[in-house]
Nanobody
Framework: VQLQASGGGLVQTGGSLRLSCAAS????????YGWFRQAPGKEREFVAA????????YYAHSVKGRFTISRDNNKNTVYLQINSLKPEDTAVYYC?????????????????????WGQGTLVTVSS
């Protein structure tokens, strides 16, 4: 399984970006996908996740209302639309995948529970 994240860049405060995560596996729709981020000097943190069908989404409190995760099972791609960017959103954003049945919330939020990771894409927000 290979995940390729893209879409990062330098934006001003208040700007928007759409991150993409293209997955190589044939059983794309069998996986949950998550986005995590890691700012310099900080631990990796959960941002958002989406269920296999896309019907359930999960967000960190800090991004709820500004970020939207979605998936296109026909294109094997997961998206993260990020709006109203703030300088504190500056980080490397990683996508991750896990093949769960019916995970509990703590599993979805835990980076250690994901099986596959992309290489990350850098988002820099200038003030």
């Amino acid at each position: 399984v290979q995940l390729q994240a893209s879409g990062g860049g330098l934006v001003q405060t208040g700007g928007s970006l759409r991150l993409s995560c293209a997955a190589s596996q044939r059983a794309f729709s069998s996986y949950y996908y998550g986005w995590f981020r890691q700012a310099p000097g900080k631990e990796r943190e959960f941002v958002a996740a989406v269920s296999r069908s896309g019907g359930r989404t999960y967000y960190a409190h800090s991004v709820k209302g500004r970020f939207t995760i979605s998936r296109d099972n026909n294109k094997n791609t997961v998206y993260l639309q990020i709006n109203s960017l703030k300088p504190e959103d500056t980080a490397v954003y990683y996508c991750a995948a896990a093949r769960w049945g019916s995970p509990i919330l703590s599993t979805i939020l835990n980076a250690n529970e994901y099986d596959y990771w992309g290489q990350g894409t850098l988002v820099t927000v200038s003030s």
